[in-house]
């Protein structure tokens, strides 16, 4: 995959469990199958129009809202001396099954919070957003991938899971838990679906014979720059960490003539574009300002990913030195759980999910999100496509220093400026 110059694979784990169940040894198969989009060539764009489906704009500003608010409570307390990576539409996904899964405090906890009022119209403008983020073509590829693996012992609602397939293209398996293959099993389908980046390790799956049902949000993203970096103006340069040390790594350099920029209050910013629509936005906090300070405060940090888009960009020359970096973490988010508000699903005695299986006690045990990305000046330059971030006969009249030399955020945008994946570098090499 030497053609890709971003590359980002991330996993969601929701462990649903039940006591003292006896469970028998028998094969996988499949409940319930999705039909994924077809593919678009990439320069294909009369057909990319086709498929254009209006999403609602009060939904895709919930899903907005969730992603900032989720953002600040789950990173907001990282260790400074590692990095962090989060991907708010992955959660989303999962809380949105669960919500169509669930009913009574159980349901409207979780509808709470992530912001949605009309239940009714979660698995439909879902479908849409699956649709809109999804691509996969000779130039990148952005894929999200459900799954539900089932105890085989339990009995759940076809019907239901059909619809999961149909509004969410979430795959359904029987399995047995006690036997040592399905980890193997869950664990090739994570690796499937992560471009091979997860699901190698015993740390990404390990099946548990008590389980009940294990649900799987995969995300696999890469791209390559509409601007490709020039390797040989690669440099090593000196990284300036949060305690005051420094290392040494690899920046990549580009200078643009005219490009968008934002100058604000503890903050300066600006982007680069993926050719297959989305772009990268990079947050540079001022001098004695934190990553943490921004993240922490869900407004100031849905105002620094926002303003690139608004009236506060500016117009100019931007200066890029940007790190090289590879690394991987996994989040355990139960505990962020209770400041989402969403107490009912982890609690034996409340937890309602009874559209999903009469079967009970069925609650939620655990909620883990694994996650790994690769950035690096890589790619191949299109011949059938070129994009142009501004038009117009402006004059540049300003210039922003975009030098991430120090602790900085990253946001990945995609299509009606969703959230993909944020994160937070505080050392470079660090994996």
């Known amino acids: 995959m030497n053609k890709r110059s ?32 077809s593919k678009i060539r990439f320069d294909d764009f009369e057909e990319k129009r086709n498929r254009m489906e209006d999403i609602d704009e009060a939904f895709l500003t919930n899903v907005k809202k969730f992603s900032y608010e989720s953002a600040s409570v789950i990173l907001k307390e ?17 809380f949105a099954m669960m919500a169509e899964s669930s009913k009574g405090d159980t349901r409207q906890e979780i509808l709470d919070a992530i912001h949605m ?20 073509n000779e130039i990148g590829k952005l894929n999200l991938a459900n799954s539900l693996w089932l105890n ?15 509004d ?8 047995d838990f006690d036997d040592k293959d399905t980890s193997k099993k869950i664990s090739d389908w994570i690796s499937e679906n992560t471009g091979g980046k997860l699901g190698n390790s015993p740390k990404d799956f390990m099946a548990n014979p008590e389980q009940v049902m294990v649900f799987l949000n995969t995300i696999y993203f890469y791209d390559e720059w509409v601007d490709r970096f020039n390797a040989d103006k690669t440099e090593e340069d000196v990284f300036y960490l949060g305690d005051g040390s420094t290392i040494k790594c690899d920046f990549m350099n580009m200078i643009h003539e005219s490009h968008g920029y934002v100058k604000a209050d503890g903050y300066t910013s600006s982007y680069l574009s993926f050719k297959n629509g989305g772009r990268m936005v990079f947050i540079l906090p001022d001098e004695g300002i934190s990553p943490t300070d921004i993240i922490s405060d869900s407004k100031w940090l849905s105002e620094a990913i926002d303003a690139i888009s608004s009236e506060k960009s500016q117009f100019g020359k931007v200066i890029f030195k940007i790190p090289k970096f590879s690394y991987k973490v996994q989040l355990d988010l139960r505990e962020h759980m209770d400041r989402l508000g969403i107490k009912s699903a982890f609690d034996i005695n409340t937890a309602d999910f009874t559209p999903l299986s009469k079967t009970k006690p069925l609650f939620v ?17 299109a011949t059938a496509f070129t994009q142009i971030d501004y038009a117009g006969s402006a004059r540049p009249e300003g210039m922003a220093e975009m030098i991430l030399d120090r602790p900085f955020i990253f946001v990945i945008i995609g299509e009606d400026e969703c959230p993909l994946f944020l994160g937070v570098i505080n050392n470079p090499k660090a994996d």
């Open 6 to 37: 971003f590359a980002l694979g991330i996993l969601l784990i929701i462990f649903v469990l039940i006591l003292n169940m006896t469970i028998s040894t028998s094969s996988s198969y499949i409940v319930a199958a999705p039909e994924y989009p």
């Open 78 to 94: 990282q260790d400074i001396k590692s990095n962090s990576l989060y991907s708010p539409i992955s959660l989303y996904m999962a």
């Open 117 to 136: 009022n009309d239940s009714g119209i979660i698995g439909k403008e879902t479908g849409k957003l699956f649709r809109k983020l999804y691509f996969h």
């Open 152 to 166: 085989k012992d339990i009995q759940f609602n076809k019907e239901f899971l059909d619809r999961m397939a149909t």
């Open 168 to 175: 969410y293209y979430s795959y359904s398996f029987h399995v």
């Open 365 to 381: 045990s655990e909620v883990k999100q694994s996650a790994a990305i690769s950035i690096d000046e890589r790619g191949c330059e």
